[in-house]
Nanobody, 122 residues
Framework: EVQLVESGGGLVQAGGSLRLSCAAS????????IGWFRQVPGKEREGVSC????????YYADSVKGRFTISSDNAKNTVYLQMNSLKPEDTAVYYC???????????????WGQGTQVTVSS
C-alpha cells in the first residue's frame, strides 16, 4: 500500500525557514515522481515543486524559485522541501504526491499525503 506522510509544517515569521518532509512507503522512488502542492481555502491546488527520479529533473513554480529547494534521501525514501525567505502568501496546506513516470506541476498524481499546515505571519 502506497502511503505518503508529510511533516514539518508550522507557524513561522516572514523571512523564516521551514523544511517539510514527505516520507513514502509502499514503493521505491525508482521510476516515480514526487510533487509538492499547496492549497488555500477557495483556491485550486497549486504545484510548488516536483522531482522526477528517472532523470533527477526538478521543477519549481515561479513564485518559489530561488527560495524553495526540493531534495531527496533515497535511503530513507523521503523527499524534502526546504523553504527559505518565507512570505505570508506562502501560507497554505502543503501536500506531497506521487505518480509513476515523469513529474508534472499539475495535480495529476495518483497518491496524496494528508497535508501539513504552513502559516507565515507578517
Amino acid at each position: 500500500e502506497v502511503q505518503l506522510v508529510e511533516s514539518g509544517g508550522g507557524l513561522v515569521q516572514a523571512g523564516g525557514s521551514l523544511r517539510l518532509s514527505c516520507a513514502a512507503s509502499g514503493f521505491t522512488f525508482g521510476d516515480y515522481a514526487i510533487g509538492w502542492f499547496r492549497q488555500v481555502p477557495g483556491k485550486e491546488r497549486e504545484g510548488v515543486s516536483c522531482i522526477s527520479f528517472s532523470d533527477g529533473s526538478t521543477y519549481y513554480a515561479d513564485s518559489v524559485k530561488g527560495r524553495f529547494t526540493i531534495s531527496s534521501d533515497n535511503a530513507k525514501n523521503t523527499v524534502y522541501l526546504q523553504m527559505n525567505s518565507l512570505k505570508p502568501e506562502d501560507t497554505a496546506v502543503y501536500y506531497c504526491a506521487a505518480r509513476w513516470g515523469i513529474a508534472t506541476m499539475k495535480p495529476l498524481y495518483d497518491y496524496w499525503g494528508q497535508g501539513t499546515q504552513v502559516t507565515v505571519s507578517s
